[in-house]
């Protein structure tokens, strides 16, 4: 091959090394290259999430000598769920960590998480998220252009609202709740008598202060820490969904890791998930006592519970097809052999 012909694939391969996204050139070898990473989140930065996201950002660039280095925003300053997952395709942005609930308009199976009362504990949902199932589901996210690194965890989720105590599904009767932007959940509060309305999480503190919506749900944490109490008088322990998070990085940027800095990256998602996890979970128990002091908290009787889990079945049936018969049955099967010998 002629030296002019060279000299052009060189200057070509440093011009993508060079303006290639998320990338810093710090001259000399590709071992003294830099990476730069840009991670969004929605919840703010007193978030289990947010120091979370401390943490991992603490090991991938200590771990790297700098040579990762990572930018870290909250409260939705770069968009909400589904414009970050989009930016980290078009490769504007490096990492986020939405809820499964916005997946599902990308990746249909990721419905099967948010099925209402579908995990009847954190062990058991750790279980299935950390076994094969929930590798498979990572992996579903490369087809999309993103790299689905490991679960973290949102947390059961509980209704508030500023209108009245809720006890049973009658009491939910034509309540504007706001949900997740997901066919699912706006279906399963239908079955339980609401009047849902889709809307990305930026929006809604204004929205309930408003008046636009009633109502909302979310985990303990979120609902305290994101100050919902301001315009939320009661809360409903109803648990009706376990919410993982998923912790993300955009496929083309992850391909373009050199492995060292991959296996870096996958590691401290490993040892970050045990650290959201344990950090998410205290935070869940702490701030509904603080709830207690400032928010009607109805604690549902075991029958009560029934009546909510009894209105929402029939959404197992209407989405065993769109989330897919088998993976429905497969995780089905897991949670009940966990629970039997558990
Ligand atoms: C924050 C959201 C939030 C979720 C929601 O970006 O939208 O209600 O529970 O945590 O992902």
């Given at each position: 091959m002629n030296r002019r012909i060279i000299r052009t694939l060189v200057a070509l391969c440093i011009m993508v090394a060079l303006f290639a996204p998320g990338t810093v050139f710090a001259g000399g070898?590709?071992?003294t290259q830099t990476y730069r990473i840009t991670a969004g989140i929605g919840?703010?930065?007193?978030s289990a999430q947010y120091e979370s996201l401390e943490f991992f950002k603490e090991l991938v660039e200590s771990r790297s000598n700098g040579r990762i280095q990572m930018e870290l925003f909250h409260s939705s300053q770069l968009g909400d769920d589904r414009e970050m997952m989009e930016a980290l395709q078009r490769g504007e942005q490096e990492m986020t960590c939405p809820s499964t609930a916005p997946i599902a308009p990308f990746v249909p199976e990721f419905a099967v998480f948010d099925l209402p009362f579908l995990f009847p504990s954190y062990e058991a949902a750790d279980h299935v998220l950390d076994s094969h199932i929930g590798q498979s589901m990572l992996d579903k996210l490369s087809d999309v252009g993103i790299k689905g690194l490991v679960f973290w965890e949102n947390g059961y989720r509980h209704l508030t609202n500023s209108a009245r105590a809720v006890r049973t599904p009658a009491d939910v009767r034509g309540m504007r709740v706001r949900t997740m932007e997901n066919p699912l959940h706006l279906d399963a509060w239908r079955a339980m008598g609401a009047n849902p309305t889709p809307m990305a999480f930026g929006e809604l503190f204004s929205a309930m202060q408003q008046r636009v919506v009633d109502g909302q749900e979310n985990p303990w944490g979120t609902i305290y820490l994101q100050n919902f109490p301001e315009v939320q008088g009661y809360a409903t322990d109803t648990g009706h969904i376990y919410s993982p998070f998923v912790l993300m990085i955009g496929k083309g940027y992850w391909d373009r890791l050199p492995a060292d800095l991959q296996k870096i990256v996958m590691d401290a998602a490993i040892e970050s998930r045990t650290f959201n996890r344990e950090l998410n979970r205290r935070y869940n128990e702490e701030y509904l006592e603080q709830l207690r002091d400032v928010m009607t908290v109805v604690e549902l009787t075991p029958q009560q519970r029934q009546q909510f889990q009894d209105a929402v079945q029939p959404i197992y049936r209407q989405y065993a097809s769109v989330v897919g018969e088998e993976l429905l049955r497969s995780v089905t099967a897991m949670i009940d052999e966990f629970m039997a010998n558990n």
């Open positions: 070898a590709s071992e919840l703010n930065d007193r």
